[in-house]
């Protein structure tokens, strides 16, 4: 798939049926952030969809991921949000968690904010922290990431991993920490290490993971993030850390616990996404 196939042409055709509105910015939202997507108007020739209604798109079966795009306005800017990805560990292929992404892509978005909720291993993090992603280990995989089609457009020097862009753009990592400064939100920054899931890390897997100069780990972004990089958009992505890793952590880590600490941090997370919005549009 990507943003020629007949596919996204589809499903992109269902979309302009209910609106001409051409977001700038796409913004991913990971488990229990997703109230971002109540903040976008939708009534100046906006949209909103369930995913599941749309043509092709893989359905999210993950609680926490409610299978939501929403085409309006945000602080003035017109964005594209997802609320509720999919994940390979759904049984989904790379090439399918990602179609979302693409759609985007083929709806004028050039600009792309990450979301995710991370376990930590810092031990200077504190579930609650919001984390800005310096740089990721991609365990998630990226083969079968990019189409013939992509792959065949890129340059002959770059077309092994297209590298179009350089993953968590320097200019737009730049905005996010200044909005930080100004609003007062701590803001601590590290390396994230997707992993494919379900099941959280062994307390091996963490021990390895800090070797390696990881400070968080999830389940999601990384391909993401390389697949939107590689395609031109400048990306960052921003992590909800809502537990400590495996080893770490005094009790049995939970999805509920990873949501109900997310929703406590979900305010400081938007506020700081609002800002990046209104900063990148102004």
């Not at 457009?153 to 200044?178: F, N, Q, W």
């Amino acid at each position: 798939m990507n943003p020629m196939d007949p596919q996204i042409l589809e499903c992109v055709t269902a979309i302009r049926a209910q609106t001409a509105l051409a977001p700038r910015i796409g913004i991913v939202l990971g488990s229990g952030l997703g109230g971002v997507a109540d903040r976008i108007a939708t009534g100046d020739g906006g949209a909103a969809f369930e995913t599941a209604r749309l043509p092709h798109w893989p359905r999210s079966t993950v609680k926490g991921h409610a299978g939501k795009f929403v085409v309006g306005r945000w602080q003035g800017i017109p964005v594209a949000v997802l609320r509720g990805r999919t994940h390979v560990y759904e049984g989904y292929a790379l090439g399918t968690v990602t179609f979302g992404h693409r759609v985007m892509i083929a709806l004028g978005v050039d600009t792309l904010l990450v979301t995710n909720a991370v376990g930590t291993f810092n031990k200077q993090f504190a579930p609650g922290d919001l984390m800005l992603v310096r740089d990721h280990i991609n365990g998630i995989g990226r083969a079968g990431l990019f189409t013939r089609d992509e792959l065949a457009a890129a340059p002959a020097v770059t077309r092994g991993a297209i590298g179009r862009r350089r993953p968590y753009a320097p200019e737009l990592l730049a905005v996010v920490r200044e909005v930080a400064r100004e609003r007062g939100i701590r803001l601590r920054e590290g390396i994230l290490m997707a992993g494919t899931g379900p099941a959280y890390e062994t307390a091996a897997e963490i021990a390895m993971a800090r070797r390696m100069g990881a400070d968080a780990a999830c389940m999601s972004s990384a391909h993401e993030v390389d697949l939107a990089a590689a395609l031109g958009l400048a990306t960052a992505a921003v992590s909800c850390i809502t537990n400590y890793g495996t080893g770490l952590s005094p009790t049995t880590l939970t999805h509920h616990e990873v949501e109900e600490v997310a929703g406590a941090a979900a305010g400081r997370l938007e506020e700081l996404l609002a800002g990046t919005v209104a900063r990148l549009g102004a």
